[in-house]
């Protein structure tokens, strides 16, 4: 399975993996229609990363390759959270999160 990759505006070390388009599809995709209203909001603005293959045997850094392609095949995303050591719950919020 081939799946698209994008960062988030909002958060550091936060990313979407998406199916990737067709080429006849890819000219205005918006991989942020694959998510819940909530999360859109959260996750901010969409910056492409890469394009990726998937398949059971591939190694993956921070998750297991299996949980994304289930979620990728069941809810058409998978979201990437920051690992809980990069999280300082000191921080100053980001501009767009504050009040939420």
């Known amino acids: 399975m081939y799946c698209s990759i994008y960062k988030s505006s909002k958060k550091d070390e936060m990313y979407l993996y998406v199916i990737r388009p067709n080429e006849s599809e890819a000219e205005g995709f918006d991989p942020l229609l694959v998510l819940p209203e909530a999360v859109r909001g959260a996750f901010g603005r969409a910056t492409f990363v890469m394009d990726l293959e998937l398949h059971a045997e591939r190694k993956l850094a921070r998750v297991n390759v299996l949980h994304v392609l289930d979620s990728l095949e069941t809810k058409g995303f ?3 959270m920051p690992p809980e050591g990069l999280i300082n719950p ?11």
Do not use: D, I, S
């Open 90 to 100: 000191n921080a100053v919020e980001p501009e767009g999160l504050r009040g939420a």
């Open 78 to 80: 998978f979201l990437q």
